[in-house]
């Protein structure tokens, strides 16, 4: 199937505004495949030439929804830096609220997957700024394994977070638990603790 195809846009287009529809009224663990391709006005079997199922749709969402987050404060070319860390960190306590505050319970398949999709693409970016780093400094790159234990790190802290009854402003949560995440990666701060 050709992404770029106009036809294949707006169909894709039509099946993530019916999932969020859908998503908003019944919630993941009642929503149906069949209801989103009758919301969208497509049959199953186009549905399912885009996704696989609709885990796969909820794992797209996700990544772009979090993609967006992190494009709209300028994130997305960081450096890998302590500031570029806590921004991040940052972001993801913010969408993952948001996602607990705005969608129904239960979470267990979405915190899931907004656990892997945003370790993952946390991970991604840290070796993509360590990797730019490293070619302007002349320093070692983060490992894949870091860059790795460094998202799921990040995630699960902003999880946590997210989860308190009396959580307070992000931002002081995230200079108390930073030096987590940073030393993982190697980049200095204080020490965890």
Known sequence: MDKTDPRVTRT????????????????FEDLSVQDVAD???????????HFVDRYALL??????????EVAARGLAEGPLSPESVRALFVAACDY????????????????????????????????QWSAARGRRAGRVKTTAEAAAAAGSSLYT????????KRRGAAETYVDRTLPIVTAVLGIGGRSPG
Do not use: M
């Open 59 to 68: 794992r797209h969402a996700v990544r772009k929804a979090f993609q967006a």
């Open 12 to 27: 894709r287009k039509l099946i993530e505004d019916a999932f969020r529809g859908v998503l908003q009224e019944k919630g």
């Open 39 to 49: 919301r969208a006005g497509i049959n199953r079997v186009t549905f399912y030439s």
């Open 157 to 164: 802290l902003a999880a946590r977070w997210s989860r308190e």
């Open 96 to 127: 993952v609220a948001g996602l607990h505050d705005h969608c129904r319970p239960p979470h267990d398949h979405l915190d899931w997957i907004v656990g892997e999709v945003v370790a993952e693409y946390s991970a991604g970016l840290f070796r």
